[in-house]
């Protein structure tokens, strides 16, 4: 079982830059795949980054592609999630989420979830 505890969230103007952080613990972190998740009020939850456990394979939403960037540190069971150039809309709380299936966007097949973190960005 893993537990994770996003933080790292805040308030940002457009244009700014935030790292969002994801600590896990439990037993064998770096055999998890990785992914962060975002949702704004009113819509669904939606997949925004993914890292393989070795960090070597990352994938990415179209929306948040050249801006964000995911990587790893497996000594540190750590996730990280670098967002630049944000935008009003990416304003939404993101999650944190593990699983043991390959290369997959679907949050149905993350087993387990951070509580989340708020980021909101003003115009």
């Known amino acids: 079982q893993v537990q994770l505890v996003e933080s790292g969230g805040g308030l940002v103007q457009t244009g700014g830059s935030l790292r969002l952080s994801c600590a896990a613990s439990?037993?064998?972190?770096?055999?998890?795949?990785m992914g962060w998740f975002r949702q704004a009020p009113g819509k669904e939850r939606e997949f925004v980054a993914r890292i393989s456990t070795s960090g070597v394979n990352t994938h990415y939403a179209d929306s948040v592609k050249g801006r964000f960037a995911i990587s790893r540190d497996n000594s540190k069971n750590m996730v990280y999630l670098q967002m630049n150039s944000l935008k009003p809309e990416d304003t939404a709380v993101y999650y944190c989420a593990a699983t043991r299936r390959l290369f997959t966007q679907d949050n149905d097949e993350y087993n387990y979830w951070g509580q989340g973190t708020q980021v909101t960005v003003s115009s």
């Open positions: 439990g037993r064998a972190f770096s055999m998890y795949n």
